[in-house]
Structures are given as structure tokens and as C-alpha cells.
């Protein structure tokens, strides 16, 4: 009987003792529950995520139709939030300027020696200094002795014209005769070097020693 009474009484030892240590674990688990209690929600649930925030479609300018005139700045209303241009350029009066502009630079010297040349009736050719010479136009020769000078396109000696000068250059020219016949050689013209002599033989058996002295101008 005493055995009961004791196990009796070691029971209820036992009873408070889980009482007091179940009293102390609520106030800790409730603590758990309140901190952990919202993430361990989310992380059950996956979350409810926001939807995207819904933004203004950009509105684009219709596309004008066939046979419309496109507007201008200033036409019909404004739009919103862009200001209308009222302040318009007053309109010039006679004899004033609306706008400048640039003229295109000329060299002041670039064709001018050439329109000089073409005055006087001789060209002009540009040597790599910059200098300008004259294009020969005639020639001076030695005709049997005499000294002669004779311009493009006249004819010589003077008292026989049997030939014509075609063309000079600065060191040389060409001769042909007046007649418009060829030379006993067949060309229709002879070339003579300054400083060379050319001997030709007529038809009535005349003979011209004719030397190229030098060339020039007019």
C-alpha cells in the first residue's frame, strides 16, 4: 500500500514537472511562429507576384493619306504640350538681303596669262616654276643667204613663195608647200630643227637651202 502512495506521488512530481517546462516552450514557440511565420507562408504559397505595371501604348502619327498635304508646324491646333511658333520673319523690303552666302574662290592668276595670250594671238604654257612663256608663233629663217621671218600660216621667201610655214614649236617647225602638193619624199610637210638646213629642188630645177635660225613670238 505504502508502494502506491509513493508511485502515486512521483507521478504527479513527474505531471508538474512537464506543466512547468510546457508553460516555458508556449512563449518560445509563439515567438517561432510570429518571427519565422510569414517567410515560412511565402515559401509555401510561391508568392503572389505584382502584375507589370500597365504603361501608355506611344501613339504614333497616322500615315498620311494618298493625295493629303502633310501638315506644317503651326497649322490647325497644337498639340499638346508643344508651344506654336508665332513670331514670323518680317518680309524684306527693295534692294535688301534675305540671306548671305558665299562666293567660291577664284585664283586671281590661274587663266589669266593664258586670256593674255589669247589677245595678242599666242598662247602660253606653264613651266614648273610658275613662270609663264609664250607659245612660239613664228619662225625665222635663212632662205639662200637672206634672213627671213615668217608667222604661222604665211608664206616664203618673199620673192619666190613656193613654201608656207604649217606650224612652230620651240624647236622646230613644219613646211609645206604652197602649191598644197607633196614633196618629191611624199609627205605633205617637212619638219627642220633649229640650227638644221633643208635643201629642196623644184620642179624647174630652183633650188632652196632653207635653215631654221630660231623661233618665237609675235
Given amino acids: 500500500m505504502a508502494s502506491k502512495k509513493v508511485q502515486a506521488a512521483l507521478l504527479k512530481q513527474k505531471e508538474a514537472k512537464q506543466k512547468k517546462v510546457l508553460f516555458l516552450l508556449v512563449p518560445i514557440f509563439l515567438a517561432l511562429i510570429a518571427w519565422q511565420g510569414p517567410k515560412t507562408f511565402k515559401a509555401l504559397m510561391g508568392g503572389n507576384t505584382p502584375p507589370p505595371p500597365t504603361t501608355a501604348a506611344a501613339t504614333t502619327p497616322a500615315a498620311p493619306t494618298p493625295g493629303s498635304a502633310p501638315s506644317t508646324p503651326g497649322a490647325g491646333a497644337a498639340a499638346s504640350g508643344e508651344l506654336v511658333d508665332t513670331d514670323m520673319p518680317p518680309s524684306a523690303l527693295d534692294g535688301q ?4 552666302s558665299v562666293f567660291p574662290g577664284r585664283d586671281p592668276f590661274a587663266g589669266g596669262a593664258t586670256a593674255a595670250g589669247a589677245a595678242t594671238g599666242g598662247g602660253t604654257s606653264t613651266t614648273g616654276g610658275g613662270t609663264t612663256t609664250a607659245t612660239p608663233t613664228s619662225a625665222r629663217f635663212e632662205i639662200n643667204g637672206s634672213t627671213q621671218d615668217v608667222a604661222v600660216a604665211d608664206t616664203f621667201p618673199e620673192d619666190d613663195p613656193v613654201f608656207k610655214l604649217v606650224s612652230v614649236t620651240a624647236n622646230s617647225v613644219l613646211i609645206g608647200l604652197t602649191s598644197g602638193k607633196n614633196f618629191t619624199n611624199g609627205d605633205a610637210s617637212e619638219e627642220i630643227k633649229v640650227g638644221e638646213t633643208l ?18 613670238s609675235n
Avoid: A, E, R, Y
Fill in 97 to 100: 538681303l534675305t540671306n548671305f
Fill in 199 to 216: 635643201t629642196v629642188t623644184g620642179d624647174d630645177g630652183s633650188t632652196f637651202s632653207i635653215k631654221l635660225l630660231s623661233t618665237g
